[in-house]
């Protein structure tokens, strides 16, 4: 006799919410397989049949069992909340399914979450949207950041799905601020919790705002886009019969209070001690400034390093800046960000093409620009020592070979190239990061013991460095061509003195349209423009 597997939806929680075709398949079924918690939802139904209930980490041995009884001629509901076929037990089976199996495969389809949610919220995904788990258990987190990347520059509404566990905190906001790279801070979203079961809630607050908050894995977001609006209490989004243009104005809705910033001033772009320097100079010339910085932590610096000035600190995103240049009049952007910062490098080019702003790069010297340069540096650090790297992942490669207590100095951004690199699980890592605490987590995450950890606010000297690596008995050193400014000269004197590799990652290339290295061009420069 030939079995039969129900794959079946349930639906959100509720029993009248489950389709009728489902119901069916139930009462059909002689086996169910479900997480205990579903029994509840369709106990009605299932009264006198044969039951399993493996835990809800066990899914792959849930489908494994209904597979094993379907083999064996029994007819089977394997059973998931929402609909089975997204994020849940349907692709499971369908992976274990031998191509020879004869048992009938029947996929009834259910109420999602990302369904339940959004009319709980009214109508937020009547246009173009996405879904996106951010669950990195079957998924790379680096993909995750870029999927989320990709919907954010689209402006599609989107929903998360496994927001936010015990073991996964910090994801949720990174992925927010990517949002925010994009879409502006006063983008309507909605967080639903427990949507239809007992202790539902429902709530509306801006992009901005969900940074503040704090989910779980019961939690489910969902993000508007450009034009979602609220009107009596519920979000929706149109679904675009007015005609839309692709440069029509964001509603009022998604706009955020831009703050009050000073009219017609050169906007420095900073977030490094050499920009926040070169804001104070400027400053004392009597020019007009607004210091942005990317963190929190960055304004701190910039309010120290240039008092008196206006700073705008915090990961504000595209949008946002868009809003704040335009609303302030800037006359200059001066991008003084770090050498490796090319998203930011990148968007405040757009920016500047778009709104008709002149842009000047300032970038400290390289260590490694020219021929002259990298031959003075082999000469003190050694040529065997001092090695030039393409990229992250070929610095990865190189400091795998060349250590087994490798030390990196190149920022929370990059770490994940080197501990997920093929070979990293024999390797000993320590990284020095900056003194914020998304930073600190970062690390933490990606499975870097606190005590493999220095948290402070550089360029640190030379013997400041030799003492920490000898302590750690480090035998390879990774770090950027970040230039003097970014301690560079005090890593490589350190790292001769102990007579351990050097390994230097290059910069990476970017067409700037104007771009110079020291103070006295960017006043020149700024005269120019300012006196027309």
């Known amino acids: 006799m030939s079995g039969v597997l129900n794959l079946v939806s349930v639906g959100p929680g509720f029993s009248d919410m489950i389709a009728p075709r489902a119901i069916e398949a139930l009462r059909q079924s002689d086996v169910i397989v479900a997480y205990d918690l579903y029994l509840r939802w369709i106990a ?10 493996p835990p809800l980490t066990q ?18 509901a394997l059973i998931s909340s929402g609909d089975i076929g997204v994020y849940a037990m349907a692709a499971l089976a369908f992976d274990d399914m031998r191509e020879g199996d004869t048992f009938s495969v029947n996929v009834i389809p259910g109420i999602t979450s990302a369904n339940a949610c959004a009319s709980l919220l009214g109508s937020p995904l009547s246009h173009d949207f996405a879904t996106l788990s951010l669950s990195d258990l079957l998924c790379p987190w680096d993909w995750i950041e870029q999927r989320a990347r990709h919907i954010a520059q689209a402006d599609l509404a989107c929903v998360f799905y496994n927001v936010q566990s015990a073991g996964r905190q910090e994801g949720v906001y990174r992925i927010l601020n990517i949002m925010l790279e994009s879409k502006a801070p006063g983008t309507l979203c909605g967080v639903v919790r427990n949507a239809y079961r007992p202790e539902q809630a429902v709530a509306i607050h801006t992009l901005q705002e ?3 908050l704090k989910f779980d894995m019961l939690t489910t977001i969902v993000i508007g886009n450009r034009f979602t609006q609220r009107k009596r209490g519920w979000m929706f989004t149109p679904r675009g019969y007015n005609d839309w243009q692709a440069d029509e104005a964001i509603p009022a809705a998604s706009v955020a209070a831009v703050p009050e910033f000073p009219q017609q001033a050169v906007w420095v772009f900073s977030g490094t001690g050499d920009g926040n320097a070169l804001a104070r100079e400027l400053a004392a010339d009597g020019i007009p400034i607004v210091v942005s910085a990317a963190t929190e932590y960055g304004g701190e610096l910039a309010a120290q390093d240039s008092p008196g000035l206006h700073v705008w600190a915090g990961r504000q995103g595209v949008e946002a800046r868009r809003q704040a240049l335009a609303a302030s009049r800037a006359r200059v952007l001066l991008d003084a960000t770090h050498p490796f910062a090319n998203v930011i490098s990148t968007q405040l080019i757009a920016l500047s093409k778009e709104l008709g702003i002149p842009y000047l790069r300032y970038e400290r010297p390289s260590a490694l620009e020219s021929d002259t340069q990298l031959t003075g540096l082999q000469t003190q650090v ?3 020592l001092l090695r030039p790297c393409a990229d992250m992942p070929a610095a990865a490669q190189a400091a795998i070979a060349a250590g087994r207590r490798i030390f990196l100095a190149t920022g929370s951004k990059d770490l994940q190239s080197f501990l ?3 070979g990293a699980e024999d390797r000993d890592w320590f990284a020095r990061v900056t003194a914020a605490p998304e930073f600190i987590q970062r690390a933490i995450d990606l499975g870097l013991p606190r005590s493999h950890l220095c948290a402070m606010q550089g360029p640190f000297s030379k013997a400041f460095n030799e003492a920490l690596w000898r302590d750690w008995r480090i035998d390879c050193v990774v770090t950027k061509d970040s230039g003097t400014a970014g301690g560079f000269e005090a890593k490589a004197a350190a790292a001769a003195a102990l007579g351990i590799p050097l390994l230097v990652v290059r910069r990476p290339p970017l067409d700037y349209p104007l771009a110079v290295a020291d103070f006295a061009a960017v006043r020149a420069q700024l005269a120019h423009w300012l006196a027309a």
Do not use: D, F, M, S
């Open 44 to 53: 009605p139904w299932i009264e006198g049949k044969e039951i399993h209930t």
């Open 210 to 212: 969900l940074l503040t």
């Open 59 to 76: 899914e792959r041995e849930r489908a494994l069992l209904a597979l094993e009884k379907a083999r064996a001629g029994a007819t089977v």
């Open 420 to 422: 997920q690199a093929p």
């Open 382 to 384: 050694g040529n065997e």
